[in-house]
């Protein structure tokens, strides 16, 4: 199969737990509220973006739930409107790899060596790579959990508001039809999908925490009922 699809695939797959993961928060408005620093990234990565291809900015704004940027259409015909709306997508993927490298300090030829074992379905050597690299974190650290920390407020940079899914499928789309005919598009197919598999994990873990806490919630509430 194409690395275009298993990139394609997990991005699907992402935004569906991302969705669902904000979903959970809910639930806890006390713990939504510590998700500021996510909301802001993705805010700033859209303001940041119209700044860069020239769209004016008529309002920015961030609170602790919910934020927007209003802006005209950008003076870069086509490009520069999906760029804007793929701008958050780019930001959190890029900061979120940087902290899972700055803490398990794993090298590029162990993704490599993870996306081999996938394509090839050498699940023995996936996991067998998996476990060294966890193995390598230090969890009783303040770096892990500054790790943590961060990445819940990362996740939410992957959630898009309603304006944004339209032009982010397209653009994917579009991605997906040049990398067809491009072959240098191969190295970064493997970096978006290092990327996302990251992201796709961690917010795996994170909806499995709030599933626990979701129904040790309901066990207590039934409980005092």
């Known amino acids: 199969m194409p690395l275009i699809f298993y ?13 669902y993961y904000i979903q959970y928060l809910s639930d806890f408005p006390i713990v939504r509220r510590t998700l500021f620093l996510g909301i802001f990234l993705h805010e700033f990565a859209h ?4 700044k860069l291809t020239f769209a004016k900015v008529k309002e920015f704004r961030v609170g602790w739930n919910m934020g927007h940027v209003i802006h005209h259409r950008s003076k870069i015909p086509l490009v520069g409107d999906f760029f804007i709306t793929l701008a958050p997508f780019l930001v959190g993927l890029v900061t979120f790899g940087l902290l899972f490298h700055w803490i398990s300090g794993s090298s590029w030829n162990f993704w490599q060596t993870m996306f081999r ?3 090839t379905q050498n699940w023995a050597e996936f996991l067998a790579q998996g476990a060294s690299v ?5 969890y009783v650290s303040w770096q892990f959990f500054f790790f943590i920390f961060a990445t819940f407020n990362i996740l939410a940079t992957f959630v898009p508001s309603h304006q944004d899914y339209r032009n982010v499928f397209i653009a994917i789309l579009l991605y997906m039809m040049i990398s067809f005919f491009l072959p240098w598009f191969e190295p970064l197919n493997l970096l978006l999908f290092y990327l996302l598999l990251s992201a796709n994990i961690l917010i795996f873990l994170a909806l499995l925490l709030f599933v626990i806490a979701s129904t040790i919630k309901s066990i207590i509430f039934r409980s005092h009922g």
């Open 7 to 19: 990139v394609f695939i997990l991005f699907v797959l992402l935004e569906v737990l991302s969705y």
């Open 47 to 50: 303001y940041l973006a119209c």
């Open 117 to 119: 074992s996938v394509t």
């Open 134 to 138: 966890l193995k390598r974190i230090p």
